[in-house]
C-alpha cells in the first residue's frame, strides 16, 4: 500500500471472505494501542460486543491502562491490560483465528504486544484512519477521511450485513469513540455522514447525553486543579512562531494525584490561543516523555512527529516520545521552530485586531 493512499476499502471478495470467516464461532482477539483513549476502547468494545452477539469467543486486549472514564463501557470487565497480565495476555493471542488491530496501523504502537501479533498465525485484519498505516494485515479497512476508527467500525457492522444487530451497547460505544475523536463533533473530520451514523446509533439506544457527562463532567477536584497549574504557571507562547506549548515533571504530577487521562485535552487549550497555529504538550511519566501535538490549517504535526519524536498521527493532531530528558526534549522542540517559521506564520487574518503584538 502506498503510503499516500487515503482510503483502502474492503473489496466485495474480501469482504465474503470475512464473511465466511465469521460464520462460525471463532476465537477472535481485538488488539488497540498504547495508552488507549475514547476512540480505541469505544471501537475495541464496540467490535467486540457486536462480535458477541455472533457468538465468537472475544477478548479485547490493550497494551496498557486507560483512563477510569471509560470503564464504565459495556464490556470493559472482561479487557486484559498486557502489561498487567501479560502470560494470559500471551495465551490469548497464541489461541486466536482471527486478530483485529483497532486505531493504530504499525505494530510499533503495541509495544511489546506487537511482537505476539507478529509471531501469531491468525488471520489479522486491520481498521484504522491515521496516516501512513504498515503493511501487516491480511485485510485493511483504512481511512483517513473517516472521523474515528467507530465511524469504520459502524462501515464494518454495515459491510457485514448487520446493522439489524446494532443494540444500545454497541451504540454507547461507537458513539464514545465519535464524540472524542470529533472533540464533540467540531473538528473538520466531522461529516454529513457522521451526523448520520450518529442518528441512527441513537435510534439504536446510545444514550448521547449521559455519554457526555461521563466523559467530559465528572472531573476529580486533582484533575480540575491540575489543569488550573497547567494554565497558570506551565503555558509557554512563542508568539514570533505561532506556537505555545506546555510540559509537566512526574514530581507535578505527583503533586496533583495524577491519574490516567487527567491530561488528556490540555494541549487544546494552547491551540485556541488567538494567533496560535502550533501547540504542543510535554510529559515526563513512568519514565519516559510523551509529546502530543495538534496544530490548525495545513501544518502537519504527523509528518513533525514523524520526522522528530518517534510518532505520528493525523495531519492535525500526532504524538510521540522522546528518549532524552523533559528539559533537553523543550530545548530540541524549541531549536526546531526556526525551521518551521515560514510554516507557522500566522495568517493575515491572525494579524489584525488583538493580535497587534504578533510578528508581520
Known sequence: MSP?????????????????????????????????????????????????????????????DYPSFLFWLPGNKKVINFSAKTKAAKATVAKANIIFCLDFNSLKRIHELGDEVTKSKAVKCMIDHHLQPDDFADYMLHNIKACSTCELIFDFIELMGDKKLLNKDISNCLYTGIMTDT??????????????IIAELVDAGCENAAIHNRIYDDNTEDKLRLLGFCLAEKLTILKEYGTAFFSLRSDELKHFNYKKGDTEGIVNYALSIEGIRFSAFFVERDGEIKTSFRSKGDFNVNLFARKHFNGGGHANAAGGMSDISLDETIIKFVSLLPDYKKDLSPTPKSRIGKNKGLPL
Not at 32 to 54: C, E, F, I, Q, R
Not at 183 to 196: A, D, E
Open 183 to 196: 472533540g464533540s463533533f467540531r473538528f473538520p473530520s466531522t461529516t454529513s455522514k457522521t451526523h448520520r
Open 4 to 64: 499516500n493512499q487515503t482510503i483502502l476499502q474492503l473489496n466485495p471478495k474480501q469482504i465474503n471472505e470475512i464473511k465466511a470467516l465469521l460464520s462460525t464461532p471463532k476465537n477472535i482477539v481485538i488488539v488497540t494501542h498504547w495508552s488507549p483513549d475514547g476512540d480505541a476502547m469505544g471501537s475495541t468494545l464496540g467490535l467486540y460486543n457486536y462480535l458477541n452477539k455472533k457468538k465468537h469467543n472475544v477478548t479485547v486486549i490493550t497494551p496498557n
